[in-house]
C-alpha cells in the first residue's frame, strides 16, 4: 500500500515534472524530453504516478500553468495516470490525444531537435496499443486501438516523408508500422509505405541509422518470403543478419528463424553448430532429411514442429522441400547402383524408388512415383527421360542431378 501523500507533496511532484517537459520543450533537448515521454515503461508506481492519485485536479494544473502546452499535458498526464492504474484503453486514448498534440508542435518544428522524442512517441502509442487491446479482448470490447496507432503513425510518416532533415527518421516509424501490420495479420499495408521509402527522391537507404535499416531489411524479408521471392527474401535477410549488432543475439536469432527456411529452398544448408549456437534445433531433421533424402524424416519434423512453423510463416516454405528430398533419395540410390551395375547406373526402375520409399514407410505406387519424377525434371532437379514402357528413369551421363546454385525450386 502507497505512503499517505499530501497535497502539497503531490502538487510539487507534478509542477516538477511539468517543469522539465517544458524546460526540454524550450531548451530543445530531445532526449531529455523522450524520457518524459516514456509511459507505458514506467513502473505502476511511481513518485508521479503516487502524486497525481493524490492531485485529482492535476489537468487544471497543467494546463493553468503553462497554457501554450495545455494540448499536450494535460492527457498525458491523464495517460500516465490511467496505466499506472492498469488501465490501458483509457491510458492509450489519452496518449493519443497528447501524441497529436505533439505530432503539430513537431511538425512547426523547424530542426529536427526532437527526433528522439518523436520516435519515443511512435514506441509508446504501439506499446500502448497493444496492452489496450489485450484488454478490451479479455473484457469482450472491440480490440480496434493497434488499428488506431497505425492511422496515427501513418500521419508522423507524413510529416517526416519531406524533403529536409526531418525525413531521416522515417524508416524508425516505418518499422512501428510493420510490427503494427504484421500483428494485425494486415501485411498487405506495408506495400505502400515501402513504395514511398524505395521509390522516393526525399529519402536514401544509406543514409537512415543502421538499427533501423536492419529492422527494414528483416521485415521486408519476411514479406518477400510471404510472396515467395526466396531470392530477395534472401538477399534482405542476409543483409539484416550481416549488419545486425552481434551482441544481439536474440535478434541474430530471429532473422535466422526466416533466413534459415530461405536458404533451405535454395539449396544452402546450415551447419548444426548454427541451430544449436542459436537454439534452432527445429530444424535440425529438416536438415538431415535433406542430406539422407529422407522423406519420412521431414514429414515427421513438419508434424512435430507444425504450429512453430505454421505461426512463424515458414510451414507452406519447408513444405516445399520434398521435391529436393526425392531428388536426394534418387541421387542415393544412382550411387548404390552405380556400385553394384556401372553399366546400368544411369537408368533407374521406378520399381527401386517405390521400393526405397516403402523402406521409408511411405506407400506410392509406380504411377505415383512417375508422376513426382516427371516434376523433378521439369524444375531441372534430375536431368534424364522417361522410359515409358519399361518404367524406368534414364539420367543424363552428363550432371544428372544439377544443384539448386542458389535459386529456388
Not at 491523464?78 to 505533439?102: C, P, V
Request: glycine share 4%; aromatic share 10%; charged share 25%.
Amino acid at each position: 500500500m502507497a505512503a499517505y501523500l499530501s497535497m502539497g507533496e503531490a502538487h510539487r511532484r507534478i509542477a516538477d515534472y511539468l517543469s522539465r517537459v517544458a524546460d526540454s520543450v524550450s531548451s530543445s533537448d530531445g532526449a531529455a524530453l523522450a524520457s518524459l515521454l516514456a509511459v507505458s515503461s514506467a513502473q505502476a508506481t511511481t513518485p508521479l504516478s503516487d502524486a497525481l492519485s493524490a492531485f485529482p485536479d492535476f489537468p487544471r494544473l497543467a494546463a493553468d500553468r503553462y497554457p501554450h502546452l495545455s494540448d499536450l499535458l494535460p492527457p498525458l498526464l491523464r495517460a500516465i495516470h490511467s496505466h499506472s492504474l492498469r488501465r490501458f484503453a483509457d491510458a492509450y486514448s489519452s496518449f493519443e490525444k497528447a501524441a497529436n498534440a505533439f505530432l503539430q508542435e513537431f511538425r512547426n518544428w523547424e530542426t529536427p531537435w526532437a527526433m528522439e522524442a518523436m520516435h519515443t512517441v511512435a514506441l509508446e502509442i504501439r506499446l500502448l496499443a497493444e496492452k489496450a487491446d489485450r484488454e478490451l479482448a479479455t473484457s469482450g470490447k472491440n480490440p480496434d486501438k493497434l488499428q488506431a496507432a497505425g492511422s496515427f503513425l501513418m500521419k508522423v510518416f507524413g510529416a517526416l516523408a519531406v524533403k529536409g532533415p526531418k525525413r531521416i527518421g522515417a524508416l524508425y516509424v516505418t518499422c512501428q508500422l510493420f510490427k503494427i501490420y504484421f500483428r494485425l495479420g494486415t501485411v498487405h499495408l506495408c506495400r505502400s509505405v515501402i513504395r514511398s521509402i524505395e521509390t522516393a527522391r526525399n529519402f536514401d537507404f544509406e543514409d537512415f541509422p543502421v538499427k533501423d535499416k536492419v529492422t527494414y531489411m528483416y521485415y521486408t524479408g519476411r514479406l518477400e518470403v510471404f510472396n515467395e521471392n526466396f531470392l530477395v527474401a534472401d538477399q534482405k535477410l542476409t543483409y539484416a543478419l550481416v549488419h545486425c549488432n552481434p551482441q544481439y543475439g536474440s535478434n541474430l536469432r530471429i532473422i535466422l528463424k526466416f533466413l534459415i527456411p530461405v536458404k533451405l529452398s535454395i539449396g544452402v544448408l546450415p551447419r548444426i553448430t548454427l541451430l544449436e549456437r542459436y537454439n534452432l534445433l527445429e530444424y535440425a531433421d529438416v536438415v538431415t532429411s535433406l542430406k539422407r533424402g529422407d522423406l519420412r524424416l521431414l514429414r515427421q519434423a513438419l508434424e512435430r514442429h507444425e504450429d512453430q512453423f505454421l505461426k512463424s510463416g515458414v510451414y507452406l516454405v519447408l513444405e516445399k522441400l520434398e521435391l529436393q528430398v526425392y531428388q536426394r533419395l534418387v541421387k542415393k540410390i544412382h550411387i548404390i547402383q552405380r556400385q553394384k551395375e556401372p553399366a546400368k547406373a544411369h537408368q533407374i526402375k521406378l520399381e527401386v524408388v517405390v521400393k526405397a520409399l516403402k523402406w521409408l514407410e511411405i506407400d506410392m505406387d509406380v504411377d505415383e512415383v512417375e508422376c513426382i519424377m516427371a516434376c523433378l525434371i521439369y524444375k531441372n532437379l534430375i536431368k534424364g527421360y522417361f522410359a515409358h514402357k519399361s518404367k524406368v528413369l534414364v539420367l543424363s551421363k552428363q550432371d544428372p542431378f544439377p544443384k539448386l546454385n542458389g535459386k529456388p525450386v
